[in-house]
């Protein structure tokens, strides 16, 4: 079992984004048993709040799921994922407040997942209003980062 915990700073743009989009692709994967995944904010403005109106649309528009997400903060307990994607390099500082990370565990920006690009930083939608190009950019880094789960649990004899 691997174990994804997606983060941005308000849980309610860019990582719920995140989770719904990855749990559709590991969903067509046949893989909900072996990949949990989650998100949380560094943030507490938005605690209980559904996704943002412009994250809830682009998710509609392509026909993913969005049932039961609401806005959390991160805890010391979230340290304890395998993964923890953060979207930008606030995420990844603030994350590394909340306690002492487990060495095994990855965290990671989401881009670093994509190879060819050189901006590793998601924008954050709540100022820009550009929920298309956060999509396409999540888009990217969901699909690679499942590429990389998926070699390390065959790898592991985990699956086929
Ligand atoms: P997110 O966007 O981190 O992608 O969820 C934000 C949401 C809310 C705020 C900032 C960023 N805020 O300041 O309330």
């Given at each position: 079992m691997v174990r994804v915990l997606f983060i941005c700073l308000?849980?309610?743009?860019?990582s719920p984004m995140a989770e719904a989009m990855f749990r559709d692709l590991v969903r067509k994967e046949g893989l909900e048993a072996v990949i949990k995944m989650d998100s949380a904010g560094t943030?507490?403005?938005?605690?209980?709040h559904p996704p943002h109106e412009g994250t809830r649309e682009i998710l509609k528009k392509n026909q993913i799921s969005y049932k039961g997400l609401k806005a959390r903060k991160v805890t010391?307990?979230?340290?304890?994922?395998?993964y923890i994607i953060g979207m930008d390099v606030e995420n990844i500082k603030n994350i590394k407040k909340v306690g002492s990370i487990p060495s095994h565990v990855k965290v990671k920006r989401?881009?670093?997942?994509?190879?060819?690009?050189?901006?590793?930083n998601v924008p954050d939608?709540?100022?820009?209003?550009n929920f298309e190009e956060v999509y396409e950019l999540v888009k990217e880094g969901t699909e690679k980062l499942l590429e990389e789960i998926k070699n390390n649990l065959k790898a592991k004899g985990e699956i086929e």
């Open positions: 308000g849980n309610i743009c860019r943030g507490d403005w938005h605690i209980g010391s307990d979230d340290l304890s994922y395998d989401l881009l670093d997942f994509v190879e060819d690009k050189q901006e590793k939608p709540y100022y820009s209003g």
